[in-house]
């Protein structure tokens, strides 16, 4: 299975999908930390992966949305956007209106 | 050391820019505030998207961490209530 499948079914089985660098419990990074926190705060469900485990995620993951950074915030198969959106999607409260919309 | 206004004259010369400031002193972690036509119609994630190609592969070696807030120049004008 190629890299970009393997990220495709990622997305597709995970409705609320984080690639972050670390986990929830131990973010390695201060932005992936900030992306984990928001959508902690919400009452939601949410998968990660830890793109430190896996190189070719890490890279892949970058061509596959055409952003240079981690982490990512995929909701529903959608790319939401970096730590900086995400951050501002839960301020405006965006993203609690984006993950509830079934 | 990479310094924060060689990354705003790279996104300058590929971003038609109304207002730029990066800042960022420790040479690997900048926050960036770009007004821009552009951005007009544009969701925030292309807007940034519009940023991240101005810089071309810069983000994949020498810039650790680059914060972004885009404005259109109507958002701009209203947050600085000109």
Same mark, same amino acid.
């Given at each position: 299975?190629?890299?970009?499948?393997?990220?495709?079914?990622?997305?597709?089985?995970?409705?609320?999908? /984080?690639?972050?660098?670390?986990?929830? =419990?131990?973010?390695?990074?201060?932005?992936?930390?900030?992306?984990?926190?928001? /959508?902690? %705060?919400?009452?939601?469900?949410?998968? =990660?992966?830890?793109? /430190?485990?896996?190189?070719? !995620?890490?890279?892949? !993951?970058?061509?596959?949305?055409?952003?240079?950074?981690?982490?990512?915030?995929? +909701?529903?198969?959608?790319?939401?956007?970096? %730590?900086?959106? +995400?951050?501002? &999607?839960?301020?405006?409260?965006? &993203?609690?209106?984006?993950?509830?919309?079934? | @050391?990479? *310094?924060?206004?060689?990354?705003?004259?790279?996104?300058? =010369?590929? /971003?038609?820019?109304?207002?730029?400031?990066?800042?960022?002193? #420790?040479? =690997? $972690?900048? #926050?960036?505030? +770009?007004?821009?036509?552009?951005?007009? #119609?544009?969701? @925030?994630?292309?807007? $940034? *998207? &519009?940023?991240?190609?101005? &810089?071309?592969?810069?983000?994949?070696?020498?810039?650790?961490?680059?914060?972004?807030?885009?404005?259109?120049? #109507?958002?701009?004008?209203?947050?600085?209530?000109?």
């Amino acid at each position: 299975m190629t890299t970009n499948a393997r990220i495709k079914k990622l997305i597709d089985d995970n409705e609320v999908l /984080l690639f972050m660098k670390g986990n929830p =419990t131990f973010p390695q990074c201060g932005f992936s930390s900030v992306a984990c926190q928001a /959508l902690g %705060a919400l009452d939601t469900s949410f998968e =990660t992966v830890d793109v /430190l485990q896996d190189p070719e !995620i890490r890279e892949g !993951i970058k061509a596959y949305s055409s952003w240079p950074t981690i982490p990512q915030l995929y +909701i529903r198969g959608e790319f939401i956007g970096g %730590a900086d959106i +995400i951050r501002e &999607l839960y301020e405006s409260g965006e &993203l609690a209106k984006t993950i509830s919309k079934e | @050391m990479l *310094q924060a206004i060689e990354i705003q004259k790279i996104i300058e =010369t590929n /971003l038609n820019c109304n207002f730029i400031k990066v800042n960022g002193d #420790d040479g =690997t $972690h900048f #926050d960036a505030v +770009i007004v821009s036509d552009v951005f007009n #119609d544009q969701s @925030m994630i292309k807007q $940034h *998207q &519009l940023v991240y190609s101005a &810089l071309g592969n810069m983000m994949q070696s020498e810039i650790h961490a680059l914060s972004i807030k885009t404005y259109t120049p #109507d958002e701009w004008s209203k947050k600085n209530n000109i």
